[in-house]
């Protein structure tokens, strides 16, 4: 009877819960937090979403993030008391109308700013607070009563106490919340997400009403939970890993027992002896149970409820198991058994149900990559019979609708640093397959990968990746399943929820620790939706159960305000939220603006991103900052555009924009575009005159050159002097006197081997410098130059007539014939004797 009595209490405590608990979630505010002043007097939640707090320190606003204080001062043009606010009302308008000292004023909430009331307005607004007040004291003892939006009641006392029931007809129950409400607290305000706001002598309350939607699995002892496996009777098994224990459950929740080694189900706590990893009931009924490190387990059910158990694990047998540690089985079309294991790489048991099992593994014959993908985390097959295995390696595909799995080719699929539509990560963990036939690659740490590619059987495929940097929480993907038109991925801490039918894939929703309320691990077993239509996780240690309804997020759209304004590092203005277009002047380039979505219940959980209309059109996601920075922004017209997602990580429709309109210079301007076209073609202009006065000029020297030295020519010659003189440019009469004297000299000291150039520059009545640059510029050669020209021209004309090379050298001025031969042959490309030859007369 005692032993009855005991296995019934068991079986009740192991029965699996069914209903989720409320909680409140207190939060409090004063000076610590950034308050002006502890003593609040009123909150008040305006049109736009602000909170608004009056104290005896001026007026504060509260964003989610932070206080601003507004008060009076000096030199503002209104005459206010003090800054201790009595009291505080919304009024009509949006704006708020504040008691201070038996006087009311208006606090416009755009301009942040007081403004005085008319006396007639103002003396009925002063009427309406001292009966408002005479209210409250009169109902101060009365409890406040709210109804959350799970339809929990709860009771808040004056003096701190707080009460729940779970309806009208239920009892009030004490509630102690995670911070304890302080003696005389008054109810303010409900904001817009549900929140009860309460005030005190010693700052302000927040009160976020949330209900715990799972239920804890009630196990022993902790242990990190394997594997969950549904099979063909609705039982549901359970297994782990630390204490190696395998629960049976009944369709309806109840703990059938604990599957012992000796094949019998227990009532009372006993281990299995080894820790399966995972789980599979074949096409014949058979289970199959996969340890690490103790190989695999066939188990037949009898007619009594126990099962019979066969063990096989890897021995000296080239046909036995190729290692102990399994990890994952799965069953093909073919009725053959795949079986993954953990540094033994794949193997098949092509007739699973013979008394002794031959298992074909890359030693003896199957043919997957040798060296590699020996790790494997999971098994996938599709309905056309292609298998899809994830290792630590990498992802291993093949078409195993063959007869023969020696003859299976098998494709290698890694991360390739060349080829950014590759696989993100070689650590791949799970193959998920949704609605539509498309394939999602969990990996360790590169989030999830879809396959893009038509033919999952080509060599190469091509991925599309979804990690943080395209606005997942995370990169860690353990695992996943498929619901309806989402892909719901297990993370570390959270689940990531992907849209299946939409093109984009977007993300629709994250549950983490706001939705559990709670910090929860998860494990690596896949989550499994239980014949009562709920769902179970494992955990690193333990297991919850959570109804897909408790799931849903809340489709609160919070506003976004804008919150502050800094430019070029200036002090902040933070009465901006009101404007909608910001002219900023042609020296003002650099701007930070921050940004606050008005959603009061987690401000910590709430993503935002942004873009720049007319800079980029694409969304960056900045996580959980609230401000944006933008540096040396160009003259143009900006539309700056801000979404965020609600305290639950679910993405809303509530874009704010604001118009930016940076001036520019007058070097930024059109007519500075015109000044800047003219300069450019005055420069070219005036580059090309120059060239063509300098082609000019040269021109004439080279004429003018050719001139003297055909004179020179032809007076040795004693030809007319008027012939050449004709062809002679133009020159200044100071010019020519000037070579009518250097070419008297030139003429006199032809072939006097000693002529130098200060001897030239006494001729012709110069300084040695000033002969230099005369000559330059009329000739374009220095003097020494054009007496070797003239030299080697008479020299030239010599040969013609016959003279000898000596004769010639000696009569030109060179005292050495082998110097003259050498400057010959530089002046006219060819030896003094040659060129005689070629020009002698015949």
């Known amino acids: 009877m005692k032993r009855n009595i005991l296995l019934t209490i068991l079986v009740l405590l192991t029965t699996l819960p069914t209903k989720a608990q409320s909680q409140c979630i207190v939060t409090h505010y004063d000076e610590f937090s950034g308050m002006a002043q502890w003593y609040v007097t009123q909150i008040v939640q305006d049109h736009q979403g602000m909170m608004w707090f009056a104290t005896w320190n001026g007026l504060n606003r509260y ?21 201790r606010i009595r009291d505080m009302i919304l009024a009509d308008d949006g704006n708020l109308l504040c008691q201070i000292e038996g006087r009311v004023f208006l606090f416009d909430v755009k301009g942040c700013r007081y403004q005085p009331l008319a006396r007639e307005k103002e003396l009925s607004l002063i009427k309406y607070f001292d009966r408002k007040h005479q209210q409250e004291v009169a109902h101060y003892d009365e409890p406040y009563l709210h109804t959350d939006r799970y339809g929990v009641e709860w009771k808040i006392c004056n003096d701190g106490q707080l009460f729940t029931r779970q309806s009208k007809s239920g009892n009030w129950m004490p509630y102690k919340p995670n911070i304890a409400l302080g003696q005389k607290v008054k109810y303010s305000t409900t904001d817009r997400g549900g929140n009860v706001w309460l005030i005190s002598s010693y700052g302000a309350y927040r009160l976020i009403f949330k209900k715990k939607p799972y239920q804890m699995l009630p196990q022993e002892k902790s242990a990190q939970i394997r594997c969950f496996y549904v099979d063909s009777r609705q039982r549901y098994w359970i297994t782990s890993k630390d204490d190696a224990t395998i629960r049976l459950y009944a369709r309806d929740n109840t703990l059938l027992g604990y599957l012992g080694k000796d094949g019998l189900l227990h009532h009372n706590y006993t281990s299995f002896g080894s820790p399966i990893y995972c789980m599979l009931q074949d096409s014949k009924g058979v289970f199959w149970l996969g340890s690490k490190p103790n190989g695999l387990f066939r188990l037949t059910e009898q007619k009594d409820g126990s099962f019979g158990i066969e063990h096989f694990n890897h021995t000296k047998e080239q046909s036995s198991l190729s290692f102990d540690h399994v990890v994952f089985m799965k069953e093909d079309p073919r009725g053959r058994l795949w079986i993954g294991t953990f540094d033994g790489g794949l193997n098949c048991v092509e007739h699973p149900h013979e008394k002794a099992l031959h298992f074909t593994h890359k030693a003896n014959g199957l043919k997957v990559p040798q060296d590699a993908c020996l790790r494997i985390r999971h098994i996938h097959i599709t309905k056309d019979g292609k298998m899809l295995v994830a290792t630590t390696t990498g992802l291993l595909v093949a078409d195993v609708n063959t007869t023969n799995v020696k003859a299976i080719k098998w494709h290698h699929h890694t991360k390739n640093a060349h080829r950014s539509s590759s696989l993100s990560n070689n650590a791949t963990m799970f193959v998920a397959e949704d609605n539509h036939q498309q394939l999602y690659i969990c990996t360790e740490s590169g989030g999830v990968n879809k396959i893009l590619s038509e033919d999952i059987l080509s060599d190469e495929l091509k991925f599309r990746h979804f990690d943080t940097s395209t606005g997942m929480p995370s990169d860690v993907a353990l695992s996943a399943y498929v619901e ?87 002090p902040t203005d933070y009465a901006v939220n009101a404007i909608d277009t910001l002219t900023l002047t042609a020296s003002e380039r650099n701007i930070t603006i921050t940004f606050a979505a008005l959603d009061y219940s987690d401000d910590g959980d709430i993503h935002y991103a942004f873009r720049l209309r007319g800079g980029s059109d694409q969304w960056n996601n900045i996580g959980t900052n609230h401000s944006a920075t933008f540096l040396d922004l160009r003259p143009d017209t900006y539309v700056l555009e801000v979404r965020s997602t609600n305290s639950e990580g679910v993405w809303s429709d509530n874009i704010r924009q604001l118009v930016i309109i940076v001036k520019p210079t007058f070097w930024e301007t059109a007519w500075a575009k015109v000044l800047y076209t003219l300069l450019v073609a005055l420069t070219v202009w005036g580059i090309l005159r120059t060239q063509r006065h300098i082609r000019r000029l040269k021109r004439q020297q080279n004429e003018l050159h050719e001139a003297y030295l055909a004179l020179l020519n032809a007076k040795e010659n004693e030809k007319p002097k008027t012939t050449t003189e004709k062809k002679q440019p133009a020159m200044k009469p100071e010019d020519e006197a000037f070579m009518k004297r ?86 006219m490309g060819m030896t003094p004797t040659e060129y005689k030859v070629k020009n002698s007369a015949t």
């Not at 964003?63 to 800054?83: A, L, V």
């Not at 549950?511 to 929860?520: C, Q, R, T, V």
């Not at 030239?760 to 007496?787: H, Q, W």
Request: hydrophobic share 35%; charged share 25%.
């Open 63 to 83: 964003d989610g993030y932070e206080f601003q204080c507004f008060k009076s001062r000096p030199g503002d043009g209104i005459d206010i008391p003090s800054d």
């Open 484 to 570: 309806g038109n989402s892909l719901y991925i297990v993370s570390n801490n959270q689940i990531i929820c992907l849209a299946t039918n939409d093109q984009n894939n977007n993300l629709s929703a994250k549950y983490d620790s706001y939705l559990w309320n709670d910090h929860l691990r998860f494990s690596d077993a896949t989550s499994l939706l239980l014949p009562d239509g709920r769902r179970i996780f494992g955990l690193q240690d333990g297991a919850f159960v959570i109804a897909p309804s408790d799931m849903r997020k809340s489709r609160f759209t919070p506003p976004i305000a804008l919150t502050g304004i800094s430019i070029q590092n200036r």
């Open 742 to 827: 250097a070419m008297t000299f030139i003429e006199q000291h032809l072939g006097d081997a000693d002529i130098n150039i200060g001897d030239m520059a006494e001729a012709t009545a110069t300084s040695r410098s000033g002969l230099n640059r005369k000559m330059k510029s009329l000739l374009g050669v220095t003097p020494l130059d054009f007496i070797r020209e003239a030299r080697i021209r008479k020299a030239c004309q010599m040969l013609k007539n016959g003279a000898s090379v000596n004769d010639a050298a000696y009569s030109c001025g060179f005292s050495d014939p082998k110097y003259f031969g050498k400057c010959f042959k530089a002046e």
